[in-house]
């Protein structure tokens, strides 16, 4: 008696049973379930199709990563500057605030204005202006810390270090873990800057400057709250 | 710059061993290489479990072979306090970050994520090459710790490391020198290594998604995963902090955690001033207790997987079990105060404190009696993975009801470090985590290697594990009522009269959670022999040998180097429809078309 295999278009042999070798229907090459070759717009398969969306939530990722570190170093601060001994007077003594540092708030606000020009430029695709204002941005941004560098040489210069009094550490640290996170901002900058002067314009370009400006104005953002929580606050 | 290595990436697996294996770019390659991480880590994490539990039984004997572990930490062969203390240290320590953290999310939620969204790999292949070797980093710094001073094998704190004794110096004592400085430079970069994972993790759950991948039919291992990289996202910045502030305790002689005019070791200390050791308390548990969750929840969406493959049921209250998944995320940031009780804080803090960790009992309560109602009038398929997923349910709900006693202000004055707490935590976050882990190893791993592991030695595995922890751990419970403290490398020592008189009865209990410490470290041979045997020579796994329906299950086992063949998948329907009214067979594949396109099952 022969045996003959009916097979109904559409409806898959499964394997069944635990542990059970398949039938191999991957075997043609095709994958079961797969709907085909990719189709539609902007779908070419494999995913590597361009995302502009990865870079921007990716980015909004990292903004709530460094927003969790500096909420916990602040707050660790706001408690330390109201803490008082049980017997004597606080120990806190404020540091003066160096005038440096208001230059350096202007610049980096002036560089986000300057960022959001060069943003608008693109924009409407006059790419002679954004190169104008994105260079702009990032030397505005190269100011900033070298401001910060001169505010931290005031403060050497009359011996107040890291360790000298609770409020020069927290400071220190602060400043200089907003530099540090800066530094990277300045270097999405230059990147930008960069791809922007050889004309690299593109979807990728707009992902790009998309992302780092996000992530700029949250650093002036950032600067701008550590100034009034260092040396207003109390 | 990147893309068009992404898109080479996409098209054709590497060649060479090094761009294949070890820098590679495939996520289920890092998948893999955590999942290795994470069993070395094992590993090392029980080996010094063993040796705990042999001073304990055996306290101060010598022991010839502990000269030749460690020649100069045990020069006579007896564990000293330091010594245990430093065992305590890296156990804890390696545990909760190098296995508790990596092998559920960073080992299964690397390999399997993308796939189960139908996604070719990770959004940001090359971070996620940068996670694995920075976490890698860490583990090799970890490792440094043990050998860095003499007398003990790593810092003395525990894995808390707690100030001002972790920020002193090595004025503190044996460890807290460079050892303590390595741990804490390790605890940094897997600060680093596990943001990164999360960044990739949460832009590639909400941007990978295939045609059809809404977000109420991703299985619940996605959500799991992704609650976990939210977790991860807003605890380990915190983490992050406190280990800056306690590197500059060190390097550059701050005062953030160190008070003023304090006396160490009989010396009065004058270059430091009035820096609050609460402070890292508050810092540490605010990561603290969020990483407890992120080394559960996971496990959770695991379960919840295995469970309802094996019942042939769909999982009982689907939404429900997002929301509860979420809620417990939630409510994780804001009872750390929970463990701080004793160190002093306001009685209305402490209450609040208090109300927030019992109200997590609600969303817990949730999960378990939907995990019970998925089971409930099922025909259970009693694979290996599905007992270590009631197993699983089973050490939840056993380590969690003792989460409520610790939780009330009142009785946690009394069981606060005591053996009670150590007991609660090892069976929730340790060994049910691990359980976690165990059933993904036997669920997936047909998956990962294209073999099946062997069902009978699972089950054996399964059973000396699971009587065997519980003999392990609930001895721990009635010595943390009796009052026995822990970290103590010694409670009584009937020979010489050493120690705590009034734990002098306690002696058969110890002994007892010894044996059968070594018994369950033994029955671990029974798994390592299995793993490695099925790996290399288990019979071939088909493509869906568990008949689950998830996305993982449509490709070839091991999965090709771009997961869908440069397909991509369309998904039709929700992740657990088992046993469909009408349906043509016990189960719908995400990607088996509605029911409702061909005309003859309409009802």
């Given amino acids: 008696m022969s045996t003959t295999t009916v097979t109904r278009p559409g409806a898959k042999i499964r394997p069944s049973g635990v542990g059970a070798r398949g039938n191999g229907s991957h075997d043609d090459g095709r994958f079961p379930g797969g709907g085909g070759p990719p189709s539609g717009p902007g779908r070419s398969g494999g995913g590597d199709e361009f995302h502009p969306e990865k870079y921007r939530i990716a980015v909004w ?106 409020h020069s550490s927290y400071f220190y640290l602060l400043t200089s873990l907003h530099a540090l996170h800066l530094l990277g901002g300045l270097v999405a900058l230059s990147y930008v800057t960069v791809r922007g002067l050889r004309f690299n314009f593109g979807v990728r370009q707009d992902a790009a400057v998309q992302a780092t400006s996000i992530y700029w104005h949250f650093m002036d953002a950032l600067w701008v709250f550590l100034f009034v929580l260092l040396f207003f606050w109390r | 710059m990147a893309e068009t290595a992404d898109a080479i990436h996409h098209h054709e697996a590497p060649r060479g061993f090094i761009r294949k294996y070890i820098f590679s770019l495939d996520h289920k390659v890092i998948g893999i290489q955590y999942w290795l991480l994470a069993l070395v880590a094992a590993l090392v994490g ?65 390999y399997i994520l993308p796939i189960q969204i139908g996604a070719a790999d990770m959004a940001f292949p090359r971070l996620n090459m940068l996670s694995f070797w920075t976490t890698f980093l860490a583990f090799v710094v970890m490792v440094l710790a043990f050998f860095a001073e003499t007398g003990v094998i790593g810092p003395i704190g525990g894995w808390t490391g707690y100030p001002p004794l972790s920020a002193l110096g090595e004025i503190a004592g044996p460890g807290e020198g460079t050892a303590v400085m390595l741990w804490i430079i390790s605890i940094a970069l897997f600060c680093i290594g596990s943001l990164l994972g999360a960044l990739n993790f949460i832009t590639t759950m909400l941007n990978m998604r295939t045609r059809g991948m809404t977000l109420t039919r991703l299985p619940l291992t996605c959500w799991a995963w992704f609650t976990t990289a939210v977790l991860a996202l807003l605890s380990f910045p915190v983490l992050l902090s406190a280990g800056i502030l306690l590197l500059l305790e060190h390097l550059a002689g701050t005062s953030f ?51 309802s493959t094996f019942a042939r049921k769909p999982i009982f209250g689907y939404r429900v079990m997002i929301y509860a998944i979420f809620a417990i995320g939630l409510l994780g940031f804001f009872v750390w105060g929970h463990h701080m ?3 002093g804080m306001a009685p209305m803090t402490a209450t609040v404190f208090s109300l927030v960790t019992l109200v997590i009992g609600v969303p817990s309560a949730i999960k378990t009696f939907n995990w019970l109602g998925t089971m409930w009038g099922a025909r259970i398929r009693f694979t290996a ?32 470090d005591t053996y009670f707490v150590a007991g609660h935590f090892h069976m929730i976050m340790g060994v049910a985590a691990i359980f976690g882990m165990f059933a993904g ?82 029955a671990q041979i029974i798994f390592f022999a299995n793993l490695i045997y099925s790996m290399f020579k288990g019979p071939k796994a088909s493509e869906n040998p568990w008949e689950a329906t998830t996305l993982e299950w449509v490709i070839p086992s091991p999965p090709p180097h771009d997961n869908f063949g440069g397909h991509e998948p369309t998904v039709y329907r929700g992740p657990y429809e088992y046993s469909v009214p009408g349906a043509p067979k016990d189960y719908c594949m995400q990607t088996d078309p509605e029911p409702s396109e061909s005309p003859e099952s309409e009802h």
């Avoid at chain 1, 602040?74 to 004597?88: E, I, K």
């Avoid at chain 1, 003066?96 to 020009?117: D, F, K």
């Avoid at chain 2, 419970?477 to 705590?500: D, F, K, Q």
Wanted: proline share 5%; net charge positive.
């Fill in chain 1, 61 to 166: 990722v990292i903004v709530v990563g460094v927003v969790m570190l500096f909420v916990a170093l602040s707050s660790a601060y706001l408690f330390r500057s109201a803490w008082q001994p049980l017997d004597g007077p606080s120990d806190w003594t404020p540091l003066w605030r160096p005038r440096v540092l208001w230059l350096n708030t202007a610049i980096i606000i002036a560089s986000s204005v300057t960022l959001e020009v060069a943003r608008r430029f693109l924009k409407r695709e006059k790419y002679l202006f954004f190169n104008r204002w994105m260079s702009m941005t990032a030397l505005l941004g190269l100011g900033f810390l070298a401001g910060q560098f001169m505010a931290w040489r005031q403060f050497v210069g009359q011996g107040i270090y890291l360790r000298t009094n609770p």
């Fill in chain 2, 441 to 522: 190893t036997y669920y997936w791993l047909p998956k990962m290697f294209g073999r099946m592991m062997n069902e009978t030695l699972g089950k054996i595995h399964f059973w000396c594990t699971f009587i065997g922890v519980n003999c392990i751990f609930i001895p721990f419970h009635i010595m943390g009522i009796m009052g026995a403290p822990r970290r103590y490398s010694l409670h009584w020592n009937p020979v010489t009269g050493e120690g705590l008189q009034y734990l002098q009865t306690m002696g058969p209990l110890t002994k007892f959670a010894s044996y059968a410490a070594f018994f369950t470290a033994a």
């Fill in chain 2, 385 to 416: 993975a599905m007992l270590f997923a009631i197993g699983f349910v089973s050490l939840f709900v056993s380590g969690g009801i003792t989460g409520l006693f610790l939780g009330q202000t009142s009785l946690d004055l009394h069981l606060h």
């Fill in chain 2, 257 to 307: 955690f160190i008070p003023a005019n304090s006396i160490v070791n009989g010396k009065l200390l004058t270059d430091r001033s009035g820096g609050s050791p609460i402070l890292w308390q508050h810092l540490f548990w605010f990561f603290g207790h969020p990483e407890v969750y992120i080394a559960i929840v996971p496990g959770m969406g695991l379960t919840s997987q295995v469970l």
């Fill in chain 2, 341 to 343: 009780f004793i160190s």
């Fill in chain 2, 46 to 110: 029980m080996t010094l479990s063993v040796l705990m539990r042999l001073q304990l039984a055996y306290p101060n004997q010598e022991f010839g072979f502990l000269k030749w572990i460690f020649p100069n930490a045990a020069a006579n062969g007896t564990i000293s306090p330091e010594l245990y203390l430093s065992l305590m240290t890296m156990h804890g320590t390696i545990m909760v970050f190098f296995v508790l953290t990596t092998a559920p999310q960073g080992g299964f939620g690397n």
